[in-house]
């Protein structure tokens, strides 16, 4: 997002004459903290000469607010290795002239002796900002960010295949028991859910040719009985999560039905309402209450099936979105904005992700999947998390990281996201 200066100051004449005062004190650069205030006397600079980062922009536009906590982080974090400044151009008349400035909020960098090494115009990430003065070959001694990484299992696995979803990794409960038969092997879910996101991961999969495929637990017996003329009692648990059970024979499903309160619906019904919901990336079917919540630009919801492709919405559709996700532990509520590709505001701001990874058969480590990915509050909470997993295997990401990693991606690419074989 950008504010065109010439707009501004067109439509401002009158503030910017009844600051002409505060421009006639010389307009200088202030320290980003604090910046809503007066113009300041500029730090001393006795720590000798500093790379700077210059923002020019104004306490009015919508971008330029949102670099504000930006810059005051930046210039707390960096202390002593990096001049963080901010100019108002409705204080510096000036500034606009001798910078050169087309767009607000322009961030210009310098190197210590005070060349200019790049500028840019709009908003711009605090992971963006570091990554630029990398590129740009200075070295500011951050220490590398902590975090946690776990390349090897703390116990291994020991479930038997046949009591492992193939798709949610969960426990496989014996009553709702689904399997898809294959050429060479077949699929063993957990439930019928886990069947209809199995089938929204097939590529141009066709439904009577896979749905002929399946077959699911009779609630009743515990015998297998093919999927599609059997019976669902479709209900509701504490929660608010829909349950499925199957039964071969509708009166034994009318009986289970007094019990427990549920709608009766036959295959074609059932397999409508669960695909009615996608996910916004990569259009896998999702029940809204194990879902991010997404609002793109301009207001249309969405959801993300996981944390990551939540995120992967912005790179799909190549608008600013809003997401809604839950702590992977606690439940705790965290709000992510993009602005531009990048992550304009998050809360809390202690918020982190974690990328669960395995290896692939050449040794390549590769996306572990979607249920196997998470945002956490802090790093406690992703500790706890993963306590309780000890066979997960992953690292510690920023949430910026996780939104940097979907918009690198190709519409090739996009296209084949979370598509069985194809996650990476």
Excluded at 29 to 46: D, N, Y
Excluded at 153 to 175: I, L, Q, T
Excluded at 346 to 375: M, N, R
Aim: overall charge positive.
């Amino acid at each position: 997002m950008k504010i065109s200066v010439k707009a501004i100051i067109v439509a401002a004449v009158a503030v910017l004459a009844a600051v002409a005062i505060v421009a006639k004190r010389g307009g200088q650069a202030t320290p980003a903290h604090g910046r809503e205030a007066e113009a300041a006397v500029p730090k001393p600079q006795s720590e000798g000469p500093l790379p700077r980062l210059l923002d020019l922009g104004s306490g009015k536009c919508v971008p330029c607010k949102m670099m504000t906590p930006i810059l005051d982080q930046l210039e707390k974090e960096y202390a002593g290795r990096m001049r963080v400044e901010f100019i108002d151009i409705f204080k510096d008349q000036e500034a606009v002239k001798k910078y050169d400035v087309n767009v607000i909020p322009t961030q210009i960098f310098y190197d210590a002796a005070g060349k200019e090494l790049w500028r840019h115009e709009g908003f711009i990430s605090k992971e963006d900002i570091l990554a630029k003065w990398k590129e740009l070959g200075v070295d500011l001694g951050g220490k590398p960010l902590s975090g946690i990484v776990r390349e090897a299992p703390v116990v291994a696995d020991a479930r038997p295949r046949d009591a492992v979803c193939f798709m949610c990794d969960g426990d496989v409960n014996p009553k709702t028991r689904t399997v898809v038969k294959g050429d060479s092997e077949q699929r063993l879910l957990c439930s019928p859910h886990c069947y209809f996101i199995y089938f929204s991961s097939i590529p141009g999969a066709d439904p009577a040719a896979q749905d002929a495929k399946v077959s699911v637990t009779d609630w009743a017996s515990g015998g297998a009985i093919p999927a599609t003329p059997a019976t669902y009692l479709c209900g509701v648990d504490a929660k608010g999560r829909p349950t499925v059970k199957a039964f071969a024979d509708k009166d034994a499903a009318a009986k289970e039905q007094r019990t427990s309160p549920g709608s009766l619906l036959g295959w074609d019904v059932l397999r409508s309402k669960e695909l009615a919901a996608r996910c916004g990336f990569c259009d896998r079917a999702v029940y809204p209450e194990d879902a991010c919540g997404v609002i793109v630009e301009g207001g249309t919801r969405t959801y993300g099936c996981c944390t990551h492709c939540a995120m992967g919405v912005a790179a799909r559709l190549g608008k600013d979105i809003e997401v809604e996700a839950k702590d992977g532990f606690s439940g705790e509520p965290i709000r992510i904005k993009t602005l531009n590709g990048s992550v304009a505001s998050l809360e809390p701001p202690t918020a982190i992700a974690w990328f669960g990874q395995k290896k692939d058969a050449e040794g390549k480590w590769v996306s572990a999947g979607c249920f196997k990915q998470g945002f956490f509050v802090n790093e406690g909470n992703l500790q706890k998390w993963l306590d309780a997993r000890p066979s997960m295997t992953g690292r510690q990401i920023s949430i910026a990281q996780s939104l940097a990693d979907k918009m690198k991606l190709t519409p090739q690419q996009i296209a084949k996201a979370c598509k069985l074989g194809e996650c990476k």
